[in-house]
């Protein structure tokens, strides 16, 4: 299952501006809460791009859309965390905005308001099978199957990547999503993926299954190695019906939740690549959780910081 080698990591998803608004206890409905907020660069796809790179990975490009009022801040931020951006300017639709409601008093826990905006209008048009030309893996956010334009490149990238005999993986990105998506139609749609990264919830969710172990065992029926995040509690890995290894997160005092499974991923593939086993890529995953959640936003430093 390992990639191995010093190919690179392409990431197609979702590339977004991110409002975090910090708080201190329940919304006063009605009236005002205090917070403090920040605007910052954000997407599940963008993050585990860079993630990746702060990683090690030695090359990770980034296949997103964007609209024109954020084109050139997110191409700059991106290409500061050392990813190579291939961002389209949609000419119609914004920047995708998730507005992140942060709990400082609940241990960092969020809740987002998601515009997606440009984000979801990737499609075909933007896919060549050029992008993989090096790649060594190829990672797919599960954000492109909330809309037909996505599923569409999803479709596309998959099967180029089956041709070439390039491994893919993806994660399912959001449990409220996936509701409305539908489970068995969500697991249709990645036939063909080798690696499920989904968090505690969304494999619970996508099973049937309360048990975090029992979930991702019986995902891993059907999707060759999953990976299931569960916060605090570290990581499930599971392959043939069965959890092979369970590795503990460090112990950290959350600041903000944002982002710890994109982090959790981008490490993860980083060190696939570099020729980790799973359980050794499971644990650089959770290093990079607990460093992320230490931060405000869903990114790792810039290099230069």
């Not at 975090?20 to 409905?29: Q, Y």
């Not at 499609?123 to 099978?129: M, Q, R, V």
């Not at 968090?199 to 099973?207: F, G, K, N, P, V």
């Not at 290093?287 to 959640?293: D, K």
């Amino acid at each position: 299952m390992n990639a191995g080698g010093d190919g690179a990591l392409l990431v197609v998803g979702d590339v977004v501006t991110d409002i975090v608004a910090r708080h201190r206890g329940p919304l006063a409905t009605g009236t005002d809460t205090t917070a403090a907020i920040r605007r910052l660069p954000g997407g599940a796809g963008a993050n585990v791009a860079c993630w990746a790179a702060r990683s090690g990975c030695p090359e990770v490009r980034l296949l997103g859309r964007v609209g024109a009022d954020a084109a050139a801040w997110h191409e700059e931020e991106l290409a500061a965390h050392g990813v190579r951006p291939l961002l389209t300017v949609d000419p119609v639709a914004p920047t995708g905005t998730v507005i992140c409601l942060v709990d400082s008093g609940a241990g960092g826990e969020r809740t987002f308001l998601t515009d997606s905006g440009a984000s979801l209008r990737l499609g075909p048009g933007d896919w060549s099978d050029s992008l993989l030309d090096g790649v060594a893996r190829l990672h797919l956010s599960g954000y492109l199957l909330f809309s037909e334009p996505g599923r569409a490149v999803v479709a596309a990238a998959l099967a180029a990547a089956r041709a070439r005999g390039t491994p893919a993986s993806l994660d399912p990105a959001s449990a409220g999503f996936l509701k409305e998506l539908g489970t068995d139609h969500f697991l249709h749609l990645i036939d063909g993926v080798d690696l499920l990264l989904p968090s505690r919830d969304e494999a619970c969710l996508l099973t049937g299954r309360s048990r975090a172990a029992d979930a991702a065992a019986e995902l891993s029926r059907r999707v060759p190695l999953v990976v299931a995040t569960h916060g605090a509690r570290g990581a499930l890995v599971a392959r043939s019906g069965a959890v092979t290894a369970r590795v503990p997160a460090p112990a950290v005092s959350p600041l903000d939740s944002t982002g710890a499974g994109d982090a959790f991923t981008g490490a993860f593939l980083a060190a696939l690549i570099a020729g980790a086993e799973p359980s050794a890529a499971a644990a650089a995953g959770c290093r990079a959780g607990a460093e992320a959640v230490a931060r405000v936003g869903g990114r790792p430093p810039r290099r230069h910081e």
